[in-house]
Nanobody, 121 residues
Framework: QVQLVESGGGLVQAGGSLRLSCAVS????????MGWYRQAPGKQREFIAA???????DYARSVKGRFTISRDNAKNTVYLQMSSLKPEDTAVYYC???????????????WGQGTQVTVSS
């Protein structure tokens, strides 16, 4: 059974940075596509970023150039480095197994508990 444990969220001022972590068990991040999603209050959960098993990455237009997804195969962990944060980035962030291809990734399997990111103006 795949388990995903997100951490690293918090309160940050606009323009600041945060790094989120997702500790993965039950599967191997090096051989699976992994991604990040977020859900703001009153909105649907949306795709943010993905890293394919081969290492290629994909980003939502809203975060491209500001967020970077990466993974540490030895730690079986996926990261999301967020910079130039804006108040509209405020949301609960979730990591996920994903499937698909560049421009068309979809969530697969279970969700973790998420980690709250709040960006103040």
């Amino acid at each position: 059974q795949v388990q995903l444990v997100e951490s690293g969220g918090g309160l940050v001022q606009a323009g600041g940075s945060l790094r989120l972590s997702c500790a993965v068990s039950g599967t191997t991040v090096s051989t699976n596509a992994m991604g990040w999603y977020r859900q703001a209050p009153g909105k649907q959960r949306e795709f943010i970023a993905a890293v394919a098993s081969g290492g290629s990455t994909d980003y939502a237009r809203s975060v491209k150039g500001r967020f970077t997804i990466s993974r540490d195969n030895a730690k079986n962990t996926v990261y999301l480095q967020m910079s130039s944060l804006k108040p509209e980035d405020t949301a609960v962030y979730y990591c996920s197994q994903v499937f698909g291809f560049i421009g068309s990734y979809s969530h697969e399997g279970s969700w973790g508990q998420g980690t709250q990111v709040t960006v103040s103006s």
